[in-house]
């Protein structure tokens, strides 16, 4: 008998409309692939296909540690990076795109008083 593959695996295949632009913001800022199926509440199997078919549409870059990202952000960091992922798409705030991350850490303390 032939296997099928993915034949058991439990794959929600609808994406939502924000995932797209979501999932590309934080592969490109280098998130693990676990953060990132957190984030998008997705099972780590579902981010990986997610991965493999904006690699071949040409919508992602390779990157440093492939799936697994870069060097481990502090959580306050990651905070403050999803915070400004958050607030420039549903806020339509371009100008954080030229904030450093000193900067995203100063607007962050300040809008939510840390």
Do not use: C
Request: glycine share 6%.
């Amino acid at each position: 008998m032939d296997q099928v593959l993915l034949d058991n695996a439990d794959i929600d295949w609808n994406i939502r409309p924000s995932e797209p632009e979501m999932f590309r913001e934080l592969w490109e800022e280098g998130f693990h692939i676990d953060y990132i199926a957190k984030t998008l509440k997705r099972t780590q199997l579902e981010v990986a296909i997610f991965v493999i078919d904006q690699s071949i549409a040409g919508l992602i870059t390779v990157r440093n540690n492939g799936i697994f990202g870069g060097e481990h952000m502090r959580e306050e960091e990651r905070g403050v990076l999803i915070t400004a992922i958050y607030l420039k798409k549903n806020y339509s705030l371009d100008y954080l795109e030229g904030l450093d991350n000193e900067e995203l850490q100063k607007l962050y303390d300040h809008l939510f008083a840390v």
